[in-house]
């Protein structure tokens, strides 16, 4: 029976990864208009209070300058790419879940899943200079990781917490 559950355990992390891929891929489709958020912040908050709030900083990306002069596109900036970090964050926790289903080793589990999410990071970037007004960074990539990285290493903190907890060392 156990053969069975993990059987049903890795079919359930699969289908719940491949669904979080499409949807990654159907947000990467739409033009940056279908996704602008200053129009929103714009109705919901004055500039002065965003202003008064947000660090007096400047800095390049990617070729394009971030600045607080600009605070509706501040924080749409640090809003979007704490959004990548998120989404390829849940990819990789969910490839790890559909990896330990199969009984992988923890080591060779957390690479491969890893490796598949900066995969397919990469193949979103490279998708979305396919879409009009949209353009793919490899700097984009690195941010994507940052997150992979981020659930990668919390995940194995509490997974070594928990053993810990269990060998009462």
């Known amino acids: 029976m156990a053969g069975k559950t993990r059987s049903r355990a890795y079919w359930w992390w699969f289908a719940a990864a491949i669904g979080w891929m499409i949807v990654i891929f159907v947000k990467s489709a739409e033009s940056y208009q279908d996704q602008d958020m200053r129009p929103f912040f714009r109705d919901l908050i004055p500039e002065e209070v965003i202003v008064k709030w947000v660090p007096q900083v400047e800095f390049t990306y990617d070729g394009g300058l971030v600045t607080w002069r600009e605070p509706y596109d501040f924080v749409e900036f640090f ?91």
């Open 79 to 169: 809003i979007r790419k704490g959004a990548h970090m998120a989404e390829f964050g849940i990819l990789v926790f969910l490839f790890i879940r559909m990896f330990l289903a199969r009984r992988l080793p923890y080591l060779r589990t957390v690479l491969l899943a890893s490796a598949l999410s900066v995969l397919y990071a990469a193949s979103d970037e490279w998708h979305q200079s396919f879409v009009p007004n949209r353009t793919g960074h490899a700097i984009d990539v690195a941010v994507d990781t940052l997150g992979i990285l981020l659930v990668v290493t919390v995940y194995s903190a509490v997974r070594f917490l928990r053993r810990r907890g269990r060998t009462g060392t």
